[in-house]
């Protein structure tokens, strides 16, 4: 049965909104502010290669959901999806553990919690299925 798997649709939907907050917000409130500091070039040349990496996988694993959950690509590659899932889980954790270590509210985890946990319950969606 050919049906839409819900789970990674809005999964999908989170992670392009986080993709559009990383890439707006972050740019604004974190980038910006770096490139203005006393950093040295190079420094900075690396943190914001990091930082487009974050953005290109962010776009990507978008992509990838959105298109598995409306079934028209990547169904059949389980794997590629349960990497998404487990990737947007263990993003949770650097943010998790520097709030706790620096008394800091990091909300970025907010949002990688639930595409992962999504994500892997379209997994078993779509494992019951077949």
């Known amino acids: 049965m050919k049906s839409k798997n819900t789970y990674w649709i809005i999964a999908g939907i989170l992670n392009l909104f986080t993709f559009f907050l990383h890439l707006i917000g972050g740019q604004l409130d974190l980038v ?3 490139l203005d500091s006393n950093l040295t070039i190079e420094i900075n040349s ?4 990091v930082w487009n990496m974050v953005t290109i996988i962010l776009v990507a694993t978008s992509y ?4 598995a959950g409306f079934k ?4 059949a590659n389980l794997e590629l999806l349960t990497f998404i899932g487990y990737l947007n889980l263990s993003f949770c954790l650097p943010f998790v553990l520097s709030g706790f270590y ?4 990091v909300p970025q985890w907010i949002f990688f ?3 992962g946990v999504l994500t892997l319950l379209g997994l ?3 494992k019951k299925n077949t």
Request: hydrophobic share 45%; proline share 8%; glycine share 8%.
């Open 72 to 75: 028209q690509k990547y169904t």
């Open 46 to 49: 690396q943190l914001v290669g």
């Open 102 to 105: 620096y008394g800091l509210l």
């Open 124 to 126: 078993k969606k779509a």
């Open 113 to 115: 919690l639930p595409i």
């Open 32 to 34: 910006n502010p770096m």
């Open 64 to 67: 990838i959901l959105l298109k």
